[in-house]
């Protein structure tokens, strides 16, 4: 009986260190091209009869994004919108700023993101867990990766527009901005006056900004 626990707790150990490691699971075959009609939620293949070319190429990047109120703009590219990707594990996104315009601090908590400048240039960076910041001004074709659930920022410092296209190693790479996360949430005031120095006019007035 022993025996068997100990068996048990190894096994156990394993697959908590497994999943504890993974990303998005691998593929069990070529591909799975969802069919529309079902359930977007518990998706199923195609007949691979009936898989196109059209399914596996995605023409919605190629004009920016409306940035002219915000000063930045995103499309997201997931298998929502791309069929192709569905069990790949990939995803990606394009970005647009103007002149001045922002990402704001924010992170991927299942993604790893590599950022390519297509244009212009971008003052990027990352924070790590020691609170350290690395970040330098990216020009056209300056590639920068940003690590798993780390806060990352962008910020068009150039003199014209600047465009980026992100990657990540996820289907579902997930999005907190932390501006909207912490001040656009039902946090308790008390917790962000406190936290932030805050007053409750100052509060109150980012709170506004950033609840959607």
């Known amino acids: 009986m022993k025996k068997i626990s100990a ?6 150990l394993s697959i908590i260190i497994h999943s504890a490691s993974a990303s998005d699971s691998d593929p ?16 199923a293949c195609k007949n691979s009869s009936l898989v196109t070319v059209e399914d596996f190429v995605f023409s919605g990047i190629k004009s920016a994004g409306d940035s002219k109120k915000t000063g930045f703009s995103s499309i997201p590219v997931t298998a929502a919108v791309f069929p192709g ?21 924010h ?20 924070v790590d867990s020691k609170n350290r910041v690395f970040a330098k001004v990216l ?33 579902n790479p997930g999005l907190m901005k932390i501006p909207s996360a912490v001040f656009g949430s039902g946090i308790m005031e008390g917790v962000l006056e406190k936290g932030f120095g805050l007053n409750a006019k100052e509060l109150s007035k980012l709170r506004k900004k950033f609840s959607s």
């Open 7 to 12: 068996w048990f707790r190894i096994i156990m």
């Open 28 to 43: 069990l075959q070529d591909y799975c091209v969802p069919r529309p009609d079902l359930s977007p939620i518990f998706l």
């Open 85 to 105: 990707l569905n069990t790949l594990g990939v995803s990606f996104v394009r970005a647009d700023f103007e002149v001045g315009g922002v990402n704001v601090p």
């Open 107 to 126: 992170y991927h908590p299942r993604a790893t993101e590599v950022a390519f400048v297509v244009e212009g240039k971008i003052y990027s960076g990352f």
């Open 139 to 171: 020009e056209k074709g300056d590639v920068m990766v940003f690590p798993r659930g780390l806060l990352h920022f962008q910020m068009n410092v150039g003199n014209s527009r600047a465009s980026i296209i992100g990657s990540f190693n996820s289907q």
